[in-house]
């Protein structure tokens, strides 16, 4: 009998994908966490590699049959190290990649950060980071997260006559509360971070400082953000956002703790690895080594400041008032509307975006005055300057028509015209 593709076996779920592959083509995605995969990195995902098991680590294994499973890994280690080390600052490691360890098999940036809490923690340890209200992550201490529970969470903020982040205030938070693990990362922060600040306070109390750089690891990459390899004792990573690959993890480390955090990865937190997204991610660690990449990464920061600019010349405000890297976030107080109808006004007209806490928000987590967008997506796409700020403009008229559906049609029907000359990597059109 003859094997069915998915559009026999299971027309439903094809028609679905089918469904997102065209709104994906048609509309500007601007939430900050999302990208497009290249078609190479969605076929390693989607290859066979899913079929195998391979508890432990390369050569390592308490599965046979890894001959290989294990190159695979391997390579992705090694090509991750040559990257990352290009871009490596002082500090422990000298950026050699022979100072760096690595590990691939994190499920996703969440469960990279757990393990850093196994690999050097206890219950009840003190950690800080950035509060989540300041654009920091659940996964930094926050209340709801199992890291907020099992841990005292001490989290610092930011100012609130600027909304960024105050190394003075961090510093003596810390020297009141002498954390144990010091988190440098965010996750709607739009200004670069000073890693060497946090390093500092972290020898200053003994604390172990981690570096979550989730959002801007293809910025690190391709050495247009500062980077923390080389300063932080362990470093964080999802990698799918801006260095768009598959939605997966990866950890780097002083060589000092690699055993630790090996263990606290496996056999501490999970199974087998995701020998397909192992693969996936090596794909885009080469596809990250091209120059190309470098050319990517930089039009990406462009165009966040171009399309911060817009904004703020129509009106808006924009928190630290423009943006440092990838992504922005507006408050829409003086807008008159929250960030929740405002997104999904957006959302009608074809722009993705994703309602968004601002520093000092009034309003409930689920209801709150601002909006989240960044550039990865678009730039991937091709777009630049002049895209941009047509970007701002459709923006603009969206919220202040959010209530007027032929408009939103009208603007949607502008935007998928627009992304009509611009195909998006990976998808099938």
Same mark, same amino acid.
């Given at each position: 009998?003859? =094997?069915?593709?998915?559009?026999?076996?299971?027309?439903?779920?094809?028609?679905?994908?089918?469904?997102?592959?065209?709104?994906?083509?048609?509309?500007?995605?601007?939430?900050?966490?999302?990208?497009?995969?290249?078609?190479?990195?969605?076929?390693?995902?989607?290859?066979?590699?899913?079929?195998?098991?391979?508890?432990?680590?390369?050569?390592?294994?308490?599965?046979?049959?890894?001959?290989?499973?294990?190159?695979? =890994?391997?390579?992705?280690?090694?090509? $991750?190290?040559?990257?990352?080390?290009?871009?490596?600052?002082?500090?422990?490691?000298?950026?050699? !990649?022979?100072?760096?360890?690595?590990?691939?098999?994190?499920?996703?940036?969440?469960?990279?950060?757990?393990?850093?809490?196994?690999?050097?923690?206890?219950?009840?340890?003190?950690?800080?980071?950035?509060?989540?209200?300041?654009?920091?992550?659940?996964?930094?201490?926050?209340?709801?997260?199992?890291?907020?529970?099992?841990?005292?969470?001490?989290?610092?903020?930011?100012?609130? !006559?600027?909304? @960024?982040?105050?190394? =003075?205030?961090?510093?003596?938070?810390?020297? !009141?509360?002498?954390?144990?693990?010091?988190?440098?990362?965010?996750?709607?922060?739009?200004?670069?971070?000073?890693?060497?600040?946090? @390093?500092?306070?972290?020898?200053?109390?003994?604390?172990?400082?981690?570096?979550?750089?989730?959002?801007?690891?293809?910025?690190?990459?391709?050495?247009?953000?500062?980077?923390?390899?080389?300063?932080?004792?362990?470093?964080?990573?999802?990698?799918?956002?801006?260095?768009?690959?598959?939605?997966?993890?990866?950890?780097?480390?002083?060589?000092?703790?690699?055993?630790?955090?090996?263990?606290?990865?496996?056999?501490?937190?999970?199974?087998?690895?995701?020998?397909?997204?192992?693969?996936?991610?090596?794909?885009?660690? @080469?596809?990250?080594?091209?120059?190309?990449?470098?050319?990517?990464?930089?039009?990406?920061?462009?165009?966040?400041?171009? $399309?911060?600019?817009?904004?703020?010349?129509?009106?808006?405000?924009?928190?630290?008032?423009?943006?440092?890297?990838?992504?922005?976030?507006?408050?829409?107080?003086?807008?008159?509307?929250?960030?929740?109808?405002?997104?999904?006004?957006?959302?009608?007209?074809?722009?993705?975006?994703?309602?968004?806490?601002?520093?000092?928000?009034?309003?409930?987590?689920?209801?709150?005055?601002?909006?989240?967008?960044?550039?990865?997506?678009?730039?991937?796409?091709?777009?630049?300057?002049?895209?941009?700020?047509?970007?701002?403009?459709?923006?603009?008229?969206?919220?202040?028509?959010?209530?007027?559906?032929?408009?939103?049609?009208?603007?949607?029907?502008?935007?998928?015209?627009?992304?009509?000359?611009?195909?998006?990597?990976? $998808?099938?059109?």
């Amino acid at each position: 009998m003859a =094997e069915r593709n998915l559009h026999q076996a299971d027309p439903e779920i094809a028609k679905l994908i089918d469904d997102e592959n065209v709104r994906e083509h048609d509309s500007m995605r601007l939430i900050a966490s999302e990208n497009y995969a290249s078609r190479a990195v969605m076929e390693a995902t989607g290859s066979c590699l899913t079929n195998k098991y391979s508890e432990g680590y390369a050569r390592k294994r308490y599965y046979e049959g890894q001959q290989v499973i294990d190159q695979v =890994e391997e390579l992705a280690i090694a090509r $991750l190290k040559e990257l990352f080390s290009r871009h490596a600052s002082g500090g422990g490691l000298t950026g050699a !990649e022979d100072d760096l360890h690595v590990n691939v098999q994190p499920y996703s940036g969440s469960p990279a950060n757990l393990a850093v809490y196994l690999a050097f923690l206890q219950p009840g340890d003190v950690v800080m980071g950035l509060g989540l209200p300041a654009g920091g992550h659940l996964t930094h201490g926050h209340s709801v997260s199992i890291t907020g529970k099992y841990f005292k969470s001490v989290p610092f903020g930011v100012r609130r !006559e600027d909304h @960024r982040i105050d190394m =003075e205030d961090v510093r003596r938070l810390a020297l !009141e509360h002498r954390p144990k693990l010091l988190w440098a990362g965010t996750t709607a922060y739009p200004r670069t971070l000073d890693f060497a600040a946090f @390093r500092s306070i972290a020898d200053e109390v003994g604390a172990i400082l981690a570096a979550d750089i989730a959002h801007i690891s293809g910025l690190v990459a391709a050495g247009v953000h500062p980077s923390p390899i080389g300063i932080a004792d362990v470093v964080t990573s999802t990698t799918h956002k801006t260095f768009r690959g598959p939605r997966g993890g990866m950890i780097f480390c002083k060589k000092t703790h690699a055993s630790a955090i090996d263990k606290a990865v496996f056999p501490g937190l999970q199974g087998g690895p995701h020998n397909h997204t192992t693969a996936a991610i090596a794909v885009a660690a @080469r596809e990250a080594l091209d120059p190309s990449f470098t050319v990517y990464a930089q039009r990406v920061v462009d165009n966040a400041k171009v $399309l911060a600019a817009g904004l703020v010349d129509l009106g808006f405000d924009v928190t630290t008032g423009g943006t440092d890297n990838h992504l922005m976030l507006l408050d829409l107080t003086r807008k008159n509307i929250a960030g929740k109808p405002a997104a999904r006004a957006l959302d009608r007209a074809g722009i993705v975006g994703n309602y968004n806490a601002v520093p000092f928000d009034p309003r409930k987590p689920f209801d709150p005055s601002g909006l989240r967008i960044g550039t990865p997506a678009v730039t991937s796409r091709g777009m630049g300057k002049v895209e941009m700020e047509k970007l701002a403009v459709w923006i603009d008229r969206a919220i202040g028509s959010a209530t007027d559906e032929a408009e939103l049609g009208q603007i949607a029907q502008e935007v998928k015209d627009l992304c009509a000359k611009f195909p998006a990597p990976g $998808l099938r059109i």
